[in-house]
C-alpha cells in the first residue's frame, strides 16, 4: 500500500492525490462513530429481593438481588428503560455469582453457598 501512495504522490497531482486518501480515511472514521452506538448509561438500581443461602459449614448469609436500569428513551418514550443485568450481593457488600440452580459462589473466596428458597433467582 505505500509503494501505491509513493507511486502516485510522486506523479503529476500527487499532493491533491495525498489529499483525497487523507480526506476519505477522515470520512470512514467518522462513519466508524456515526454507527457506533455510545455505552448505555445506569439509570438506576432497585432492590428486588433477598433470601437465605448457606455455606458448607451451615452458616447462614443473606443474599440481595438488585436489578439494573438503563435509560432507552426514544422519541416516542423519552422515559423507557430496559432492564440491566442483576446483580447478587451479600449482607457485607461482597459480589456473588450464580454458579448453578441455586448455587452460589462469593467472588474472591471459595465459600460455595446453596438456597432452598424457591423464589431464589
Given at each position: 500500500m505505500d509503494e501505491f501512495i509513493a507511486a502516485h504522490a510522486a506523479g503529476a497531482g500527487g499532493f491533491a492525490w495525498l489529499f483525497y486518501l487523507g480526506i476519505a480515511a477522515l470520512f470512514r472514521k467518522r462513519a466508524q462513530h456515526a454507527h457506533s452506538a455510545p455505552p448505555a448509561a445506569s439509570k438506576r438500581t432497585r432492590l428486588v429481593g433477598s433470601f437465605?443461602?448457606?455455606?458448607?459449614?451451615?452458616?447462614?448469609?443473606?443474599?440481595?438481588?438488585?436489578?439494573?436500569?438503563?435509560?432507552?428513551?426514544?422519541?416516542?418514550?423519552?422515559?423507557?428503560?430496559?432492564?440491566?443485568?442483576?446483580?447478587?450481593?451479600?449482607?457485607?457488600?461482597?459480589?456473588?455469582?450464580?454458579?448453578?440452580?441455586?448455587?452460589?459462589?462469593?467472588?474472591?473466596?471459595?465459600?460455595?453457598?446453596?438456597?432452598?428458597?424457591?423464589?431464589?433467582?
Open positions: 437465605v443461602a448457606r455455606d458448607a459449614s451451615g452458616r447462614t448469609h443473606t443474599l440481595s438481588c438488585y436489578q439494573q436500569y438503563f435509560d432507552a428513551g426514544t422519541r416516542d418514550d423519552p422515559s423507557a428503560e430496559r432492564k440491566g443485568p442483576l446483580h447478587i450481593l451479600t449482607s457485607d457488600g461482597r459480589r456473588v455469582d450464580k454458579i448453578g440452580t441455586r448455587k452460589y459462589r462469593i467472588l474472591g473466596s471459595r465459600d460455595l453457598l446453596t438456597s432452598e428458597d424457591p423464589l431464589a433467582p
